[in-house]
């Protein structure tokens, strides 16, 4: 709505009460409404949130308003999500939660589409409205890691995500584990892929880590080692089968010698690749074992969190995002997911109130 803004005065006082009482300023939004857009934002295109939010209050904005208010608000949404799980170790927070003698954590990571614009050297072109220099456009996908952290007999998670390292991601995970309950007799498991440098982090961070290779990566790494030993594609599962059960049921020296027996005969740098492979993950691999103990031994968990927390939204067809942005879009998605939602807002209501 738009109203005239009052200007109270009295001798030796005055006053603008919309400014002092409600903290809106010229062409500025209520926290109601910054927070309707931001719902919107986060689940559709600034276009798509500028229409709905017509729908749903009769008022047209524009998508970049609609932009503005939800990044403003994801960049607050960070802050709040470091200043939560930073606090996880208090000895205040420590005693309002009970210790877990089993915790699952799981992390994986999507690629992204960004963009960002360079000067072009040597160049005198302008654009045609502003007159102002041309740039290049460099697209990039970069990695975005989402993990979570949960009881092994509970579907209740916390889920962090940030494109940045393993060791910055995993850190957080450390955070959640102990915001939920993770203590030093806490025994911790790890599903994951090989993704280079991961479960070596992960048992860094996390010092009673059982790290369990994802078995579908594991067959995944069978079958292309079929495929390069020239294996037709009908008979590739019978070599690959057999090999994953001896495996599963405890038998990896068992393949790894009949690998290597192979390996002398056959030269193939694929085969070699599969049989380090193996070395590197042998104590992770004990599948039949780990189900008996209640244990997942699949990562499809966290891959179905990627489809629904950062690719919903950030990977809408045509979407490109400035490599600043990507963070704090992914901790809305976050505080929706862990359902920090309302705690967020209210938070910022007492703020506002307290300032």
Same mark, same amino acid.
Request: with cysteine.
């Given at each position: 709505?738009?109203?005239?803004?009052?200007?109270?005065?009295?001798?030796?006082?005055?006053?603008?009460?919309?400014?002092?009482?409600?903290?809106?300023?010229?062409?500025? @939004?209520?926290?109601? #409404?910054?927070? %309707?857009?931001?719902?919107?934002?986060?689940?559709?295109?600034? #276009?798509? %949130?500028?229409?709905?939010?017509?729908?749903?209050?009769?008022?047209?904005?524009?998508?970049?308003?609609?932009?503005?208010?939800? =990044?403003?608000? %994801?960049?607050?949404?960070?802050?709040?999500?470091?200043?939560?799980?930073?606090? %996880?170790?208090?000895?205040?927070? !420590?005693?309002?939660?009970?210790?877990?003698?089993?915790?699952?954590?799981?992390?994986?990571?999507?690629?992204? @589409?960004?963009?960002?614009?360079?000067?072009?050297?040597?160049?005198?072109?302008?654009?045609?409205? +502003?007159?102002?220099?041309? =740039?290049?456009?460099?697209?990039?996908?970069?990695?975005?890691?989402?993990?979570?952290?949960?009881?092994?007999?509970?579907?209740?998670?916390? +889920?962090?995500?940030?494109?940045?390292?393993?060791?910055?991601?995993?850190?957080? *995970?450390?955070?959640?584990?102990? /915001?939920?309950?993770?203590?030093?007799?806490?025994?911790?498991?790890?599903?994951?892929?090989?993704?280079?440098?991961?479960?070596?982090? *992960?048992?860094?961070?996390?010092?009673?880590?059982?790290?369990?290779?994802?078995?579908?990566?594991?067959?995944?790494?069978?079958?292309?080692?079929?495929?390069?030993?020239?294996?037709?594609?009908?008979? !590739?599962?019978?070599?690959?089968?057999?090999?994953?059960?001896?495996?599963? =049921?405890?038998?990896?020296?068992?393949?790894? =010698?009949?690998?290597?027996?192979?390996?002398?005969?056959?030269?193939?740098?694929?085969?070699?690749? /599969?049989?380090? +492979?193996?070395?590197?993950?042998?104590?992770? *691999?004990?599948?039949?074992?780990?189900?008996?103990?209640?244990?997942?031994?699949?990562?499809?968990?966290?891959?179905?969190?990627?489809?629904?927390?950062?690719?919903?939204?950030?990977?809408?067809?045509?979407?490109?995002?400035?490599?600043?942005?990507?963070?704090?879009? /992914?901790?809305?998605?976050?505080?929706?997911?862990?359902?920090?939602?309302?705690?967020?807002?209210?938070?910022?209501?007492?703020?506002?109130?307290?300032?």
């Amino acid at each position: 709505m738009e109203i005239a803004s009052p200007y109270l005065w009295q001798k030796g006082c005055a006053c603008k009460p919309l400014i002092d009482g409600m903290g809106i300023t010229h062409q500025g @939004r209520s926290e109601t #409404v910054n927070r %309707a857009l931001s719902d919107f934002g986060i689940e559709d295109s600034f #276009v798509r %949130a500028a229409v709905r939010f017509k729908e749903h209050y009769n008022y047209d904005i524009g998508s970049s308003a609609a932009d503005r208010a939800t =990044k403003d608000t %994801a960049h607050q949404a960070v802050k709040y999500i470091e200043e939560r799980l930073s606090n %996880a170790d208090s000895d205040e927070a !420590r005693n309002d939660r009970e210790s877990l003698d089993r915790m699952l954590v799981e992390l994986d990571g999507c690629e992204i @589409r960004t963009a960002q614009l360079y000067p072009i050297e040597g160049t005198t072109e302008t654009t045609p409205v +502003y007159k102002n220099p041309k =740039k290049a456009k460099e697209i990039r996908f970069r990695d975005v890691r989402v993990g979570f952290v949960r009881p092994v007999d509970s579907s209740s998670k916390i +889920y962090v995500g940030k494109m940045d390292s393993y060791e910055q991601v995993v850190d957080q *995970l450390h955070q959640a584990a102990v /915001l939920i309950g993770m203590t030093e007799s806490t025994t911790v498991v790890g599903v994951a892929d090989g993704g280079i440098g991961l479960s070596d982090e *992960l048992k860094r961070q996390f010092s009673n880590m059982q790290f369990i290779l994802d078995k579908s990566h594991l067959k995944g790494h069978f079958y292309e080692t079929a495929e390069e030993l020239k294996i037709s594609r009908e008979e !590739r599962p019978k070599w690959v089968n057999p090999l994953i059960q001896t495996i599963s =049921k405890g038998g990896v020296a068992e393949v790894k =010698k009949k690998l290597e027996n192979e390996y002398s005969s056959n030269l193939n740098e694929r085969l070699r690749r /599969l049989i380090g +492979y193996l070395e590197r993950f042998q104590d992770a *691999l004990n599948y039949d074992v780990f189900k008996a103990d209640g244990y997942p031994i699949g990562s499809g968990e966290i891959e179905s969190a990627h489809k629904s927390i950062p690719q919903k939204r950030l990977k809408i067809p045509g979407a490109s995002w400035h490599p600043d942005s990507i963070d704090p879009m /992914l901790a809305l998605r976050i505080l929706r997911a862990d359902d920090w939602w309302d705690d967020f807002w209210n938070q910022r209501t007492e703020e506002l109130l307290a300032a």
